[in-house]
């Protein structure tokens, strides 16, 4: 049954069920029950393919995931953002499909690539890094997008992010608190935007409450381990840091099976805080300190601002350009409460 006979059968304009199938507001809730009873009975399907060639869309929105994280660490916590992201979409009857780019592809190739096959009408990115040619491309293109992240090398431009400043902060002061005089932040290497702003605010935040101007190092990581220049930073007992702010948790959990091997204890020789939810390192020993945060509300925000563009929002709707999400403090035992080798 096609829709012009379902209109028939109810005695309706085409146009009212049109509107009914896809919950606009203007239609009567009796209505609009009537014909999804009516339609579900016939077993309609509206013929998206036709659909979207009258009306230019798709009502599709793509979120493009890079997975070379998932090589050896599956973020679970980013998939509780994509569950935000989905749920919320589906408000407007718009669906959510990742497209994943791997570690071999080009971030600014790919994302052309998507957008010039008109897969969907909106995309998401992530994974921002501090010069991100992906932003100003989206933003030349007129492509409706939101970033999971920032990039210095752009300027307004719609993003989500963690608030990582006011978390480097709060990490530094704990550590000063604690009598720490030689910090640390261990970063993966891979020229993330977020892991730029953390290094900064905290080696800032820690000139500030009179450390020593050499007092923070950056710590790349080599893959999953410490890279050989860490290690042997840690050998000697004169340079190496006492409390170390790792950028992600499969960057902490590598600091456990390193550390160890170097003789270390977490909570006892070394300090170490988290940056994002422990998802992945709930069996760590002793318990991962880090910041907590609501992944789901991440995700709703994300779709929010995308709904907003969407040609039937609400009337008044305006897209919030730019959130910061607060990161919120979970102490647990491995960030330093009983540390014995700090020195002054």
Same mark, same amino acid.
């Given at each position: 049954?096609?829709?012009?006979?379902?209109?028939?059968?109810?005695?309706?304009?085409?146009?009212?069920?049109?509107?009914?199938?896809?919950?606009?507001?203007?239609?009567?809730?009796?209505?609009? +029950?009537?014909?999804?009873?009516?339609?579900?009975?016939?077993?309609?399907?509206?013929?998206?393919?036709?659909?979207?060639?009258?009306?230019?869309?798709?009502?599709?929105?793509?979120?493009?995931?890079?997975?070379?994280?998932? +090589?050896?660490?599956?973020?679970?916590?980013?998939?509780?953002?994509?569950?935000?992201?989905?749920?919320?979409?589906?408000?407007?009857?718009?669906?959510?499909?990742?497209?994943?780019?791997?570690?071999?592809?080009?971030?600014?190739?790919?994302?052309?690539?998507?957008?010039?096959?008109?897969?969907?009408?909106?995309?998401?990115?992530?994974?921002?890094?501090?010069?991100?040619?992906?932003?100003?491309?989206?933003?030349?293109?007129?492509?409706?997008?939101?970033?999971?992240?920032?990039?210095?090398?752009?300027?307004?431009?719609?993003?989500?992010?963690?608030?990582?400043?006011?978390?480097?902060?709060? +990490?530094?002061?704990?550590?000063?608190?604690?009598?720490?005089?030689?910090?640390?932040?261990?970063?993966?290497?891979?020229?993330?935007?977020?892991?730029?702003?953390?290094? +900064?605010?905290?080696?800032?935040?820690?000139?500030?409450?009179?450390?020593?101007?050499?007092?923070?190092?950056?710590?790349?990581?080599?893959?999953?381990?410490? $890279?050989?220049?860490?290690?042997?930073?840690?050998?000697?007992?004169?340079?190496?840091?006492?409390?170390?702010?790792?950028?992600?948790?499969?960057?902490?959990? $590598?600091?456990?099976?390193?550390?160890?091997?170097?003789?270390?204890?977490?909570?006892?020789?070394?300090?170490?805080?988290?940056?994002?939810?422990?998802?992945?390192?709930?069996?760590?020993?002793?318990?991962?300190?880090?910041?907590?945060?609501?992944?789901?509300?991440?995700?709703?925000?994300?779709?929010?601002?995308?709904?907003?563009?969407?040609?039937?929002?609400?009337?008044?709707?305006?897209?919030?350009?730019?959130?910061?999400?607060?990161?919120?403090?979970?102490?647990?035992?491995?960030?330093?409460?009983?540390?014995?080798?700090?020195?002054?």
């Amino acid at each position: 049954m096609g829709i012009r006979q379902l209109a028939n059968e109810l005695q309706l304009s085409i146009g009212t069920v049109s509107r009914a199938l896809n919950d606009r507001p203007d239609v009567n809730p009796e209505t609009r +029950a009537r014909v999804k009873e009516a339609a579900a009975r016939a077993g309609y399907v509206p013929n998206q393919s036709g659909r979207s060639l009258r009306s230019g869309r798709t009502g599709i929105v793509a979120a493009v995931i890079p997975t070379g994280k998932f +090589a050896s660490n599956t973020d679970a916590g980013l998939f509780t953002i994509l569950e935000g992201v989905r749920r919320t979409l589906r408000r407007q009857a718009l669906d959510l499909i990742v497209l994943f780019r791997g570690p071999d592809e080009d971030p600014l190739e790919n994302l052309q690539r998507i957008v010039q096959r008109r897969i969907a009408d909106a995309v998401i990115i992530s994974e921002t890094t501090a010069l991100d040619p992906r932003l100003a491309y989206l933003k030349a293109t007129g492509v409706d997008y939101v970033a999971f992240g920032r990039s210095a090398g752009i300027d307004d431009y719609p993003f989500v992010d963690f608030d990582f400043e006011a978390m480097a902060l709060e +990490a530094a002061r704990i550590f000063a608190e604690q009598g720490h005089r030689r910090l640390a932040v261990a970063v993966s290497g891979r020229e993330m935007n977020y892991e730029a702003i953390t290094a +900064a605010e905290f080696a800032a935040e820690a000139a500030r409450l009179g450390l020593d101007p050499d007092a923070v190092s950056v710590l790349p990581m080599q893959g999953s381990r410490l $890279a050989t220049a860490t290690r042997d930073l840690f050998a000697d007992p004169e340079r190496a840091p006492t409390a170390i702010l790792a950028t992600h948790e499969s960057i902490a959990a $590598a600091l456990y099976r390193d550390l160890a091997e170097l003789g270390l204890r977490v909570g006892v020789d070394v300090s170490v805080i988290c940056i994002f939810p422990s998802v992945e390192t709930r069996a760590l020993v002793p318990p991962l300190t880090h910041f907590d945060t609501d992944l789901d509300a991440v995700g709703t925000a994300l779709a929010e601002y995308l709904l907003a563009l969407q040609p039937d929002a609400p009337t008044g709707a305006v897209p919030r350009a730019a959130t910061l999400v607060p990161l919120r403090f979970a102490p647990r035992a491995s960030h330093g409460r009983l540390a014995r080798k700090v020195t002054a």
